[in-house]
């Protein structure tokens, strides 16, 4: 406990191993967007290949767990529960490290959206909307570019996926940035942590069951699974009795595991489960991993296998610009595989060529990306955490 309160005086908080974990998802997310078929079925160490990768919502999740946990830090170690500075310094804050990257993005897209409507107009090439399967497409409307602009094309099934499909998160968290301080930290002051989780499931969940599913395609439960994330925060660092006793006595390492495992049973398709139940366990399970492996740290124990492999240098690297890497990926995919779906290769060796060179080049853009577009935008602690000393780290 003293160990909690003195941490909890220090003004910032850095744990390594969250930048770990959102480095490592991201990857996880490249592997899910690369299409490694071209056509014809696929060798069958390929296709089993291919169906780890279909729990790519996972690493979702896993983004919308840890901002929750990450923005609440502050409150839950503050003395009065309030974010530190004003509301206009927070959205200031937040709008300095999401936007400039996002929109930079987005008008990559639409530049390659023109060129390419350009060249189709004035020539005979077309896109081939095979050989260019993936994640971006350069086919899109007015509507779909006036609502990424606006960041809201997560609300409509025809936008939330054009353009830069994966984008459709950033949308839903750039609108949990003003949900948390205008409508959660307000609820969780009132009614306190388990309310807050209900409440926020309850509005994530009401317009799926009493307004005919309007809204899923924005996933609106997902303000619940945020809000796993903040409790994640409080459990971890509240001075409150009974949630230090929570934070104490429950074996959080073991519910992390559990509740792994239900999401992998609750997303099998033949249960027939909607895909908020599994979600929902998936959110469960990295809340209890952030309160396991941070109260290890703070009590100073032996690193767990986990522990170790989100606190390699390497997976910290990669985490210091995994924001690039997840808003670049796409791009880079589709047109790796436009270039090797053209070459005289057999099914196996467009199988492994589009892994090898889509994680490579994913890896390098982003990087180059990162260090132009969205490292110039960071706070000045953000800087200080470098790729090279990550990976320099790893050296000694």
């Not at 690493?59 to 509301?87: C, H, N, Q, T, W």
């Not at 880079?332 to 436009?338: A, H, Q, T």
């Not at 090797?340 to 990087?367: C, E, H, K, R, T």
Request: glycine letters at 6%; one cysteine or more; a positive charge.
């Amino acid at each position: 406990m003293t160990k909690i309160t003195e941490k909890s005086t220090q003004k910032r908080l850095h744990l390594p191993y969250l930048d770990g974990l959102r480095g490592l998802a991201s990857l996880y997310v490249v592997l899910v967007h690369i299409e490694p078929a071209i056509g014809e079925q696929l060798p069958l160490h390929w296709f089993l290949l291919v169906r780890t990768m279909k729990y790519g919502a996972f690493s979702v999740i896993s983004f919308i767990v840890l901002s929750g946990y990450v923005l609440m830090l502050p409150v839950a170690r503050s003395e009065d529960g309030k974010l530190p500075g004003s509301l206009i310094n927070y959205i200031k804050r937040r709008s300095r490290r999401i936007l400039p990257p996002y929109y930079v993005n987005l008008f990559i897209c639409l530049l390659i959206g023109a060129g390419i409507f350009i060249v189709e107009k004035f020539t005979a090439f077309q896109w081939n909307e095979v050989a260019g399967l993936g994640s971006f497409s350069p086919k899109f409307s007015l509507i779909d570019v006036l609502s990424h602009l606006l960041l809201v094309h997560n609300f409509s099934e025809h936008t939330y996926i054009t353009i830069n499909s994966p984008m459709w998160t950033i949308a839903t968290e750039w609108q949990m940035y003003f949900l948390f301080p205008l409508l959660l930290l307000p609820i969780w002051r009132r009614f306190g942590l388990l309310m807050l989780v209900i409440i926020a499931f309850a509005i994530g969940l009401t317009p799926l069951y009493l307004l005919n599913g309007f809204l899923e395609q924005a996933s609106p439960w997902l303000l619940g699974i945020f809000c796993l994330g903040m409790a994640a925060a409080d459990i971890g660092f509240s001075q409150k009795p009974k949630l230090a006793a929570m934070r104490n006595f429950l074996p959080w390492g073991r519910l992390a595991i559990i509740f792994t495992c239900i999401a992998f049973i609750t997303e099998w398709r033949p249960l027939g489960l909607h895909i908020w139940i599994n979600q929902s366990f998936a959110g469960l399970a990295f809340a209890c991993l952030f309160i396991f492996i941070t109260k290890s740290i703070i009590d100073g124990k032996q690193p767990s296998l986990i522990l170790r492999i989100l606190e390699h240098p390497w997976a910290i690297a990669l985490g210091t610009f995994s924001y690039s890497l997840y808003l670049t990926h796409g791009i880079v995919l589709v047109f790796v595989r436009y270039f090797l779906f053209y070459l005289p290769i057999s099914p196996d060796m467009f199988a492994a060529a589009s892994y090898l060179l889509g994680i490579v080049f994913s890896l390098i853009i982003s990087y180059w990306f990162y260090l132009f577009f969205e490292r110039p935008f960071m706070s000045s602690f953000l800087k200080k955490r470098k790729v090279k000393d990550a990976v320099a780290s790893s050296q000694l």
